[in-house]
């Protein structure tokens, strides 16, 4: 086989392992984009629609407006991970995964291609929420930046769920991640809240959260307002985007988990 039909292979099979994770996820879409969208809509009128009329306005905003970035920020992370490291996981349980390894894929197209359905579920699932939200919070001052913003926060949460569901061995395991590191991780991010208005050590621990970060770009580019330098905050956010690609290629390299 020439190099040139083993590139063209390549491409093909890339082309092929990722329209079969997309068509996973349109497929399901009651489980995969539908819940989603229903828990974040719940997060907005809970607390937009019953703390806003307390908490009228954040920062010079509506508290709805407030949150929504943040919002979309967590429905992008836990859908795009919870897509790849499942996907990953069944894949291993059920004995198929040996099938994929054994193709003329490189490891850096098999991650990229189980990214491809973690970065759809998540950007559908925060274009729904968006266009649901957004006539009630009006705003959108830089959809660019916006898109941007939630697009490393896919990179990074597929390279991680890439790397669970290869690392995992149980479904308590794979589980745990999500449970232990994804919420916590959003929950202090500063999704609810503005990290100038908390006292130490909270506006610290807030701050060192790399998601508070994905939340402010996000913000940002749909409201204006932000607290953290925005070149800064995605010039970081790629740094960890890509650093975690580069980790979820080399864990497929090594094979670790995957091969007998």
Known sequence: MSTTELRI??????TA???RETRRVLALWTQTILPPILTAILFLAV????LGSRIHHVEGLSYLTFILPGLLVMTVAGQSFANCSTSLFQAKNEGYIEDILTSPLRPWQLAMSYLSGGLVRGLLAALAVALLALPFAHEAAHLTLTTVA????????????VITGICAETFDQ?????NIVITPLALVGGVF????????P???????DPLYYLVDATRAGLTGFHEATIWVSVVVAAAVAVGAFLMATAVIARGWRLKP
């Open 17 to 19: 392992l990722a329209g």
């Open 193 to 200: 809240y503005s990290a100038r208005t908390l006292d130490e």
């Open 202 to 208: 909270w506006a610290t621990l807030t701050r060192i």
């Open 174 to 178: 794979h589980a745990f991640v999500a």
């Open 150 to 161: 939630l697009l490393l926060t896919g990179l990074v949460f597929s390279s991680l769920g």
């Open 47 to 50: 607390f937009g629609g019953a």
């Open 9 to 14: 292979r390549q491409r093909r099979g890339t």
